[in-house]
């Protein structure tokens, strides 16, 4: 009776315990693995810029973006020490824009 009471107190106890630490929901380990500024880069356009369809000069101008605009750097694309590109995408409201409205694209830096 007091090995089945021991077995069933240390099963619950590991049971509400032990997932808060896993990886898969709970807490985390280190805080500063996942910061914020790294996951959510921005720029600000400071003169017109082409927005390209891919990392090349002769590929489509998909539009020409305004100075001020702002872009979410979604990835780099170095093509040589003095040419490199950024996949952009430009904010929008999902729900109230176009869908047909280009939204990402290439710009030289």
């Known amino acids: ?5 021991l077995k069933n ?3 619950i106890t590991f049971a509400l315990i032990a997932p808060i630490t896993l990886p898969a929901g709970g807490i985390q380990k280190c805080l500063n693995q996942n910061k914020l500024s790294n996951n959510t880069k921005e720029i600000i356009l400071s ?3 082409s927005l390209y369809s891919f990392p ?6 998909l539009l ?3 100075g001020g605009t702002t872009l979410s750097i979604l990835r780099n694309w170095k093509v040589s020490e003095n040419e490199i590109w950024v996949r952009v995408e430009l904010g929008s409201n999902k729900l109230l824009d176009d869908p047909n409205k280009i939204t990402k694209g290439w710009i030289k830096m």
């Not at 009776?1 to 009471?5: D, H």
């Not at 090349?56 to 101008?61: D, G, V």
């Open 1 to 5: 009776m007091i090995n089945n009471l």
């Open 9 to 11: 107190f240390c099963l």
């Open 47 to 49: 003169c017109n810029t």
């Open 56 to 61: 090349e000069i002769n590929s489509k101008e």
């Open 64 to 66: 020409v973006l305004n």
